[in-house]
């Protein structure tokens, strides 16, 4: 029984959906993703997004000078695309490992997407190129129209969008990032894993809609996509539990400064980079899964990404750790996902 386990070594894990955002807030919350993760794929949504190989590689450059120097970290850059992306500039970037994958975001859908595409067809050329590199689209499923309620996105989208694209590319391979749905899962279990898996998030395995509206509006919960009914919740918890190969691990941690958070438009978006990892463990624990908790978080994503599993492991012990309650930045604050509880489990190593 998994109550009497008491300590866990596993590989160690990679983040596959990271928001690190830049300048001042990159320099607090890096250490966070490096102390816990390997590898992590970044995010290109800057408020100047990351649309070829110079804006790549210095950005990449300022997350190294940025992380604690105790952490081996790779970042793994994402190419943003837009109607103005050149094939030419994803296959270089893609053969000279500047890029490893590159992010659709529908025109809207979330923070900084309103350079996103209207519609995926503009980029035709784009994705034939993915295709034939090898080069990995990673997708924010969720069709943007004020007629189509904000719960049902995630399924429209693969109606509307992602199953026309994968009948038309068959072998791109492509990330459904964070899915919040019966229906995502449903429809990733039944899809090639060479050429289709998903991303799911600790909240979204943690928490459901009505966790969002107790007690009044919880605006640190507000998050894109938007926390679903609990059937959806539990779906996600059962396919990791079920230790199926297309589910890993993507927290897709998101920090904002606490008054673009508690604002008239509050922003959406979790910062849970100091307590993903463990909040992960404690829904394998609480699902009696935890022998799958490796596949999950430190063999699934290396997998697809074809690249190589971390020889290096971590342990992680039965011992209470403390989220902290904020972050200081500059005269603000980033409030972290889980902010000032306990977690039963923590680090063994600690830097």
């Not at 094939?87 to 270089?92: T, V």
């Amino acid at each position: 029984m998994s109550k009497f386990i008491k300590k866990i070594k596993i590989k160690k894990p990679d983040d596959w959906h990271v928001h690190l955002r830049d300048d001042d807030i990159l320099k607090k919350v890096i250490k966070y993703t490096g102390k816990f993760y390997k590898r992590a794929i970044i995010m290109p949504n800057l408020d100047d997004p990351i649309t070829n190989c110079l804006k790549s590689i210095a950005y990449r450059d300022k997350i190294l000078k940025s992380m604690h120097v105790n952490y081996k970290f790779q970042p793994l850059m994402t190419c943003y695309l837009t109607n103005f992306t050149k094939p030419k500039e994803l296959e270089f970037g893609f053969s000279k490992k500047i890029f490893i994958a590159a992010k659709y975001y529908p025109n809207f859908c979330t923070t900084n997407s309103k350079t996103g595409i209207k519609k995926i067809s503009n980029i035709t050329s784009v994705l034939e190129c993915m295709e034939n590199i090898g080069m990995p689209l990673l997708i924010h499923g969720e069709e943007i129209n004020q007629n189509i309620d904000i719960y049902d996105r995630e399924a429209k989208f693969i109606e509307t969008t992602l199953d026309p694209l994968r009948k038309k590319f068959p072998k791109l391979k492509i990330v459904l990032e964070h899915i919040t749905t019966k229906e995502s899962v449903e429809y990733i279990k039944k899809n090639d894993f060479n050429y289709l898996a998903a991303t799911i998030t600790p909240h979204h395995l943690m928490l459901n809609r009505n966790d969002m509206f107790s007690g009044g509006i919880q605006p640190y919960l507000y998050c894109l996509p938007i926390l679903k009914k609990n059937i959806h919740q539990k779906a996600l918890r059962e396919a990791i539990s079920n230790g199926d190969k297309h589910f890993f691990l993507g927290s897709d941690t998101a920090p904002h400064l606490h008054k673009n958070k508690i604002n008239v438009l509050g922003c959406a978006g979790i910062f849970n980079a100091p307590s993903s990892l463990l909040s992960y463990v404690k829904v394998f624990e609480e699902m009696n899964a935890l022998k799958h908790l490796q596949s999950f978080c430190s063999e699934n994503g290396p997998k697809f990404y074809n690249m190589p599993i971390n020889k290096e492991t971590i342990t992680i012990v039965k011992k209470p750790y403390k989220i902290m309650k904020n972050i200081k930045v500059g005269r603000d604050t980033i409030v972290p996902f889980l902010s000032g509880e306990t977690l039963n489990w923590s680090l063994e190593n600690k830097y």
